[in-house]
């Protein structure tokens, strides 16, 4: 019984192999309508069964050897077919697909482009003569595949008769680039050009110099062998021995080729490396054979096998050596493993592969998950068909985890791009047209469209939510980036130190260097401030000189200490101008030193001024003693000077400010000073502020003095302007940044050196040029006759009822010349007062009020 049933299960085998197809309907692998069709070639099957050496009929054989990974990439472009017409991508506009076996054939597959070329609706396949296919409506609109090179350009050599689009979603071959041969060809992988440099630049880094090669005798083959020895050589790579394999599997001499190459292999015990450019099918025989000759080698394998799960499949692989490999890029899977999980609720009325995969699967329900592999290839199509429906549908639901385990992601991700690449370019051309009839645009139209518009200069690709990487969308290049050509990846970045861009720039510009011009309106307006400021000093020096001998001039201080003080104010505004225009390192090291060195000096000579009218005008013996001690006029200025003069000097050995470009803002580069030294920026400033502060204390202290001829109550004024100035400057100075820092500074010196010249020098401008009749020397006197006499008389008083406290004091009538004891230390107060006023005016007081002199300045 049992030999019954294998002698009719071999008789249904060869009776269904050899059987022909009738009509071109049997020829024909799956098919779903549409109002577009799209075609698709795949070599389900292996090879073509033959019984002869070579054909003696022009007919077409039945295929044999059901492959499970190829069989996988057919329902990979339906899945897609099927993801566009459940989108809204094609609105209203159905995809349709026919799938072709080549049976990894090129006759085959030649004539199932010759179905593809045939007029669309003609009921007898024709395919028509013309001169001009432009207007002519063949059965697709496109073409995907085929996936072996070979195969591909001999299909695409057909199909350049009507320009219909060709997308492959594996054939790597270099010269499929050449638009001149292929002009319809497209491809969603790399060519060999890519693979074959990784390859040799592998080799070359893990230090391998001695290699083989086996290949194919066909275009793909040859093409990738001649690449990668060039590439070799490059990488100072020597190949021993190159082994060629027949192209297809149904080559009588295939075994013996691959006999040959495993003994060249063996022969060869130095070459431990062997890069292989084959088929997953002679991969499969190869290793089959070189396990059983125990040979253990690193394969460096193509992405035409790198991946296949077939390769895993065969017994004892691991004993094959170690396998090195390039892949395809992968993309999202879940999609399509849903629909696999599904795949047994899949119409199968148009779908003879999925219907042989189904009868397969029944043939093999006892096979276990590890030999099912090999238990499908073993059976043949059609061997068990009388299974019930039923028990099929079971058997593949219950296997669905099988066709996932065979499922090469980087070859679907590749058909789905081959896909979505096609549907985006017929919405593209149906925007403006009726798709739903089959004439509405011709397929060389297609062959100008893209999935996404053409990303223009100064834009760049923005990958979509789409894992299709030929859609996309246009996104414009930030500011600081840049293309220059067209769909451009991503935006070059400009050298942000030198160079900028704006949003959507094809090119970078030049950034601008910016520094505090001479012609700024802000510059302009402080430079005549500072030009009035030093009018002003020359007009107060002028008036001065002019008025020497008067009392106002003289209280203050005399002609050489108001020269002193009027240069020091006009070194202050003079240093703003190098504040301005190009920084230099020079004017970068002397405005800071100018500015430091002579601010100190002018607030010095103040200082001393205080310190005088403090002394002159004090009537406390112990502090009077204290300030005639402390009072030394030269030494104290040129030591308060000589200190800001050490700082600034140590501030430029060490630290000194220079000229630095700031990049930092995107459009300019900003010259500017540095200041070397936050620190001694921070002493200089500090030290001025300490010593303004002491003045500021001693003018505080003698504020209450003679209304005309007071210095103090203005100078104390003066001080607070330049406390309020500087205190306001410090968060403003390191808040601001760009060309206009400067200025702030300048602000700043300006405020202050007005604010002190005014409350120094104005008050006595004013008496000396409106009020010339209180600037004599009686009205001089007089006013400190008042004064003293008021303060003289409230000490004695105080005196008086101080003795009077503490003792019982009796007062005895005297000669008439006699004076008391209380009377008498009145007078003493008075003549001190009167002699501490002024150096000028001590002896012409003295001679009016005759009375002991206790004190000189």
Known sequence: MALLIILITCFVIIFATRQPCQAPDDFMAASSPGHIIIGGLFAIHEKMLSSEDYPRRPEIQKCVGFEISNFLQTLAMIHSIEMINNSTLLSGVKLGYEIYDTCTDVTVAMAAALRFLSKFNSSGE????????????????????????????????????????QVSYESTAETLSDKIRFPSFLRTVPSDFYQTK??????????????????????????????????????????????????????????????QALEKIIAEAQV?????????????????????????????????????????????????????????????????????????????????????????LAACADAKDSDLSQCISNYSQGTLAYKANKDIERNFSLRNDFLWDYTEPGFVHSIQLAVFALGYAIRDLCQARDCQNPNAFQPWEQIQSKCSKECL????????????????????????????????????????????????????????????????????????????????????????????????VKSSGGLTVCYVILFCHFLNFASTGFFIGEPQNFTCKTRQMLFGVSFTLCISCILMKSLKILLAFSFDPKLQKFLKCLYKPIPIVFTCTGIQVVICTLWLIFAAPAVEENVSLPRVIILECEEGSILAFGTMLGYIAILAFICFIFAFKGRKLPENYNEAKFITFGMLIYFIAWITFIPIYTTTFGKYLPAVEIIVILISNYGILCCTFFPKCYVILCKQDTNTKSAFLKMIYSYSSHCASSLAVSHVSLDTTNSNVTTTSRSSGGKSAAWQKREDFQAQVFACVCRENATYVSNALPRKRTSSI
């Open 272 to 360: 431990n490396v062997i890069v292989v450019f084959l088929s997953q099918f002679h991969v499969f025989n190869l290793f089959s054979k070189a396990i059983e000759r125990n040979i253990n080698k690193i394969w460096i394998a193509s992405d035409n096998w790198s991946t296949a799960t077939k390769i895993t499949t065969i017994p004892n692989v691991k004993r094959i050596g170690k396998v090195v490999g390039f892949t395809f890029r992968r993309g999202n899977m879940s999609s399509f493993h849903s629909f696999l999980q599904n795949l047994h609720m899949f119409p199968s009325d148009n779908n003879k592969p999925l219907n042989e995969y189904a009868m397969l």
């Open 126 to 165: 024709i395919v028509e003569f013309k001169c001009d296919y432009s207007s002519y409506t063949p059965r697709v609109k496109a073409v995907i595949g085929a996936g072996y090179s070979e195969i591909t350009m001999a299909v695409s050599r057909m199909l350049n008769l009507q320009l219909i689009p």
């Open 457 to 552: 200069p100064g834009q760049m690709k923005k990958i979509t939510k789409s894992q299709h990487i030929c859609c996309y969308e246009c996104a414009n290049c930030p500011e600081n980036h840049y293309s220059n050509q067209t769909d451009m990846d991503h935006c070059l970045l400009c050298n942000n130190e030198t160079h900028w861009a704006p949003v959507r720039s094809t090119m970078c510009f030049e950034k601008e260097v910016e520094y505090l011009n001479w012609n700024d309106s802000l510059a302009i307006l402080l430079l005549a401030l500072s030009l009035l400021g030093i009018v002003f000093v020359l007009a107060i020096g002028i008036i001065f000189t002019r008025n020497l001998n008067t009392p106002v």
């Open 198 to 259: 990784a390859m040799a630049q592998l080799i070359r880094k893990s230090g391998w110099n001695w290699i083989g090669i086996i290949t194919t005798d066909d275009d793909y083959g040859r093409l990738a062998l001649n690449t990668f020895t060039i590439q070799a050589v490059a990488n100072n790579v020597c190949i021993a021995f190159k082994e060629v394999l027949p192209a297809f599997l149904s080559d009588n001499t295939i075994e013996v080729r691959i006999n």
